[in-house]
Each structure stands twice: as structure tokens, then as C-alpha cells.
């Protein structure tokens, strides 16, 4: 089976610009993370859903982050206009919870994102 | 708020020697714990989870967890570590209904293998 697809794996982009990263999480499962990792700060959880519904944003650093999923094989992670601080490796991670199981997270690769 | 503290940034073995990572948590409730590793360029794989029951937990690559809640302790060890282990081990404590929706994790520790 494929794991969860990040793409792109490397973005570099320059400061103001519109940053996109995609997040294909495994077929089937019902709760997609995004985290974001950097050498100051560790691993953060920005957002999650369930059944594709936001339930917990308040990780999300400031409006210019949004993060959508119209369906349950697609979420985005937008940031508009980006910023140098942005600069991290943003993960994805999908579980799927079995009828009372604590599923466990698959991440996906990662995007490392570089905003000069 | 829960909180993880790994005390080792860095921790360096000999490859056969056994090894302890240490992490602590801080958190109100039964706390639901777990370890993860990820290696260069790569994303982050469970080892192994704490929910409840027997304290000892046994995981993938021959490591096995120790939860200690008199210390807020769940200890990482591996009895002979082998060269493919190097990487970043991290420890995170979960919340919430399903234990893991919300993840804090540790600083991590990079494990460094000498022959």
C-alpha cells in the first residue's frame, strides 16, 4: 500500500510568495495532521481533521496559514505571503481509529520548504 | 498543557552496547505515550505506545518502554543496538478522546552508532 504522498519535497521560494503543499493521506484512513518541524521549535502540530472537517486549529501560527481538505484523499497547507520564519519541513501524518483502537499516525516524507 | 522533556539532545553507543533514552512528560490525566523514530530525510514511524495495562511495552527493532508513572517517566531501551539504529528518537505524550489527535513531542535525541 502507499504510505502518505507529500508533495512538493522541496520548495524554495522567495519572501511574499504564495507556498502550497499537498498532503494524499492513506486510502481509507480518518484523521489527516499537519505538523511542522524546525531546529527552534521541534515538532509542531499545526491543524488536524476528521472526516475532513477542522477540528483543532489553534496550532496554526497566524492567518496567513489555512489548510483545507475538500475530500478524503487531498488536504492543502496554504501560506500567503510567506515569510524567512516560515522556513521548516512540514509533515502530514493520516491514522485511521478501528472501532474504539487508538490508531497509529503514518507520516508522510515531508515538504521542506525554504522561503529566502 | 502536556509537556515532554528529552534531557539528551545527542547520545553516542557503541554498536552491541545496550541503550536507555530518557524522556518525561508532563500531563493532568492518564497519559497516552508513545515513541517514534525518524531517520535522515525521512518522516517519523512509531516504535511503540503506551495506552494502559502492563507498563512494560514491547515495540518494533527490539526496543522496548518502560512507563513509570511515580517518575512521569517513559524510558526508551534497546539491549544491543545495532549501526541501522542511528537516527532521532522521539517521545510524545497524546491528548484527547482518541490519545493521539493531539501529539506534544520531545526536543528529540539524535543517536549517534560507533563501531
Same mark, same amino acid.
Not at chain 1, 54 to 64: K, T
Not at chain 1, 80 to 86: L, N, V, Y
Not at chain 2, 51 to 54: A, E, K, L, V, Y
Given at each position: 500500500d502507499a504510505g502518505v504522498i507529500q508533495s512538493p519535497r522541496h520548495e524554495v521560494t522567495e519572501m511574499g510568495q504564495e507556498v502550497t503543499l499537498r498532503c494524499k493521506p492513506i486510502s481509507g484512513h480518518d484523521y489527516l495532521f499537519w505538523y511542522r518541524q524546525t531546529m527552534m521549535r521541534g515538532l509542531e502540530l499545526l491543524i488536524y481533521f476528521n472526516n475532513n472537517v477542522?477540528?483543532?486549529?489553534?496550532?496554526?501560527? $497566524?492567518? #496567513?496559514f489555512s489548510a483545507k481538505?475538500?475530500?478524503?484523499s487531498f488536504s492543502t497547507l496554504k501560506i500567503?505571503?510567506? $515569510?524567512? #520564519?516560515?522556513s521548516a519541513v512540514y509533515f502530514c501524518a493520516s491514522s485511521l481509529k478501528r472501532g474504539g483502537q487508538n490508531g497509529e499516525l503514518f507520516f508522510g516524507e515531508g515538504s521542506r520548504l525554504t522561503v529566502l | 498543557a502536556q509537556s515532554v522533556t528529552q534531557p539528551d539532545i545527542h547520545i553516542t553507543v557503541s554498536e552491541g552496547a545496550s541503550l536507555e533514552l530518557r524522556c518525561n512528560y508532563s500531563y493532568g490525566a492518564t497519559p497516552y505515550l508513545f515513541w517514534y523514530v525518524q531517520s535522515p530525510g525521512q518522516g517519523l514511524q512509531l516504535l511503540l505506545k503506551y495506552?494502559?495495562?502492563?507498563t512494560l511495552v514491547q515495540g518494533i527493532k527490539g526496543f522496548e518502554a518502560e512507563f513509570k508513572r511515580s517518575q512521569s517517566s517513559f524510558n526508551l531501551r534497546k539491549p544491543s543496538v545495532h549501526w541501522s539504529d542511528a537516527a532521532e528518537y522521539f517521545c510524545a505524550v497524546g491528548a484527547g478522546n482518541f490519545g493521539n489527535e493531539k501529539l506534544t513531542f520531545g526536543t528529540g535525541t539524535r543517536l549517534t552508532i560507533i563501531p
Open positions: 477542522p477540528i483543532d486549529d489553534s496550532g496554526m501560527p $497566524e492567518d #496567513r481538505m475538500p475530500n478524503a500567503q505571503p510567506s $515569510e524567512p #520564519r516560515d | 495506552f494502559s495495562g502492563d
